[in-house]
T-cell receptor
């Protein structure tokens, strides 16, 4: 069965530090890839998505992610985090043989001023 | 557009009670989904629907039922509430299988 792994469960950073959150998936075929963010007490919102084309995708609020097909990875990056980036981040994958998204278990990011 | 709306926001149930979580979307999306979110577990798909009159099970359907009589509404029914169903429930919708839009969630506690 397809799965999505987010190895960083909890990340603590100071403001202005750089961020990289890992996401790996297990599926050999074509995929659509997503990063969602959930701010405290709120619902999930889309940060960015990859369907095809340039493997480096840019999203909202200065986030970007790179799809590396050979590594089955879609890591999320931000050069300089802010306190307002404190949230939980979810990676999700949709394979072409299903109508469903498979979510990772999430990474909780805490940014301290 | 209101997007995806869910009611109620919070609910406490006693074991064995039943309830319906409501979900409505006004984006004319054909796909709708119900997830539950438990701490450290991510989101698990309960049921989904690809259009009115069509529903299918997700990863964790036991103890739940759904119906989809209209494009807009996708209610989730708990027939005999159990403590294991204490969770936050999110409804989502999408146009075909593109980006999913999420509702604000319902926090359910079963005591």
């Amino acid at each position: 069965a397809q799965s999505v792994s987010q190895h960083n469960h909890h990340v603590i950073l100071s403001e202005a530090a750089s961020l990289e959150l890992g996401c790996n998936y297990s599926y050999g075929g074509t995929v659509n890839l997503f990063w969602y963010v959930q701010y405290p007490g709120q619902h999930l919102q889309l940060l960015l998505k990859y369907f095809s084309g340039d493997p480096l995708v840019k999203g909202i609020k200065g986030f970007e992610a790179e799809f590396i097909k050979s590594k089955f990875s879609f890591n999320l990056r931000k050069p300089s985090v802010q306190w307002s980036d404190t949230a939980e981040y979810f990676c999700a994958v949709k394979t072409y043989d299903t109508d469903k998204l498979i979510f990772g278990t999430g990474t909780r990011l805490q940014v301290f001023p | 557009n209101a997007g995806v709306t869910q009611t109620p926001k919070f609910r406490i149930l006693k074991i064995g009670q039943s309830m319906t979580l409501q979900c409505t979307q006004d984006m004319n999306h054909n796909y709708m989904y119900w997830y539950r979110q438990d701490p450290g577990m991510g989101l698990k798909l309960i049921y989904y629907s690809v259009g009115a009159g069509i529903t299918d099970k997700g990863e964790v359907p036991n103890g739940y039922n759904v119906s989809r009589s209209t494009t807009e509404d996708f209610p989730l029914r708990l027939e005999l509430a159990a403590p294991s169903q204490t969770s936050v429930y999110f409804c989502a919708s999408s146009l075909r299988t593109y980006e999913q839009f999420f509702g604000p969630g319902t926090r359910l506690t079963v005591l």
